[in-house]
DNA sequence: CACCAGGGTACCT
DNA sequence: AGGTACCATGGT
């Protein structure tokens, strides 16, 4: 491969690159010769973990780099985000199996996009279908001389313009009458997602949730990785398991005792707990090969 | 081969 | 309000 035209070291500790990027909330990463390979809005970027921050070339020479360090979050001091989780055994048990784990800050309709597809999928399904949608649809983007190309998350105007049968090539089945009705709702303008930024979470978590396919779980996630409401809690089956094996083991509380459970107890920043319970769980447990989470090999063909 | 996957919806009591 | 079948597809 050439050399980029573009590089810079950013400084952050803290800061696990590759946790972070597997951690199932973005799914275009891939590692290859010692780099993270990956997209982000129509940069295409390679990063990698350094001593003392994070590494990063481009193909095309960058007048600043505040779309990268915004989408890294780099600024964010993890240690004071860490105190205000609640002090329990999962939680102490969570930051020393993940320390350095980060939120990103996603572009709201790639994420909202991505998790319509996500439901009832693993996350190395969610990155085949992501996979083909980009690759079908998506711009064509600058990378370094040699390299296979490589595609922009497909705007919604595009996929909106597509049909439901061109979608379930993509290997989203139930999904692609959601994914293009969401996509029509906001090509047309029906609903305005940079507006949601301005809504506070109760509102923009209604709003999200009159989209077709998008319940109460995937609105927490775009709330929490798209428009950095760290209150927002998704409640998965992963997370769901956390719950009911380290809080609730005697009896299951329903749905709303829940919900008020995890909105009071694990404080301010509830989705950051969240994820570290969810990447503790998918990662760190007996019985879970770390290597099937890392491996990014296998990708859409 | 069953069983499960970062769920949501429609349709039942 | 609270259960349940069903929705495609592929990993484990």
Known sequence: MSAPADQILVPVHDYDLAATLTSGQAFRWQLRDGWWEGVIGEHWVRLQQRDHGIAAETPTKQRDWSWMLHYLQTDLDLNTVL?????????????????????????????????????????????????????????????????????AFPSAERLASTSEAELRECKMGFRAPYLLAAAQQVASREIDLLSLFSCDVDAARDRLMELPGVGNKIANCVLLFAYGFQQAFPVDVWV????????????????????????????????????????????????????SIIDTSREAR
């Open 240 to 291: 769901m398991k956390a719950l009911r094996e380290l809080y609730f083991p005697k009896r299951q509380p329903s749905p709303e005792r829940l919900g008020r459970f995890v909105s009071t107890y694990f404080g301010t920043n509830a989705g950051y707990a969240q994820q570290y319970l969810f990447h503790y769980m998918r990662t760190k447990r007996p019985g879970i090969p770390t290597a």
């Open 83 to 151: 105190l205000t989780f609640p002090q329990d055994e999962p939680m102490r048990a969570s930051i020393e199996a993940c320390r350095g784990l980060r939120l990103l800050q996603q572009d709201p309709w790639e994420c909202l996009a991505s998790f319509i597809l996500s439901s009832t999928k693993q996350i190395v399904q969610i990155r085949q279908i992501v996979g083909l949608l980009c690759e079908r649809y998506g711009k064509l983007l600058p990378t370094m001389a040699s390299h296979e190309p490589v595609h």
